[in-house]
């Protein structure tokens, strides 16, 4: 294939798959500004999202914690409620690997007693 027709496809790919974001890493303090200009001081959350280059969707995911937070879980799950419930997924992830596999090896041996 020539040159151009390379740079033409990933030309077009490009158009269809636009580069993502690299990710980037917060620090809490950061995070807990950029939560009180929505909270506290009433800005919109893609105003302050804009203003501090970040997209909303991350931004509305912090305010929704720091609300739930704020209101001892009556807005949803607190930080507490939030890190057992992802432990928990984890153990029952690990869990179902578990018995999955313990089917398994119960059919084979199952099979070779025949």
Do not use: C
């Amino acid at each position: 294939m020539s040159l151009v027709r390379n740079w033409q496809i990933e030309r077009s790919m490009s158009y269809w798959y636009p580069e993502s974001r690299p990710r980037r890493q917060f620090s809490e303090e950061f995070k807990d500004g950029a939560v009180r200009l929505v909270l506290d001081e009433g800005k919109t959350v893609g105003a302050v999202a804009r203003e501090l280059d970040l997209t909303e969707s991350a931004l509305r995911l912090w305010v929704e914690h720091a609300r739930a937070d704020r209101t001892k879980g009556k807005s949803g799950l607190m930080k507490a409620e939030r890190e057992e419930l992802a432990r928990l997924r984890k153990e029952n992830r690990e869990l179902r690997l578990e018995r999955d596999l313990l089917k398994k090896v119960s059919a084979l041996f199952a099979k070779d007693q025949r």
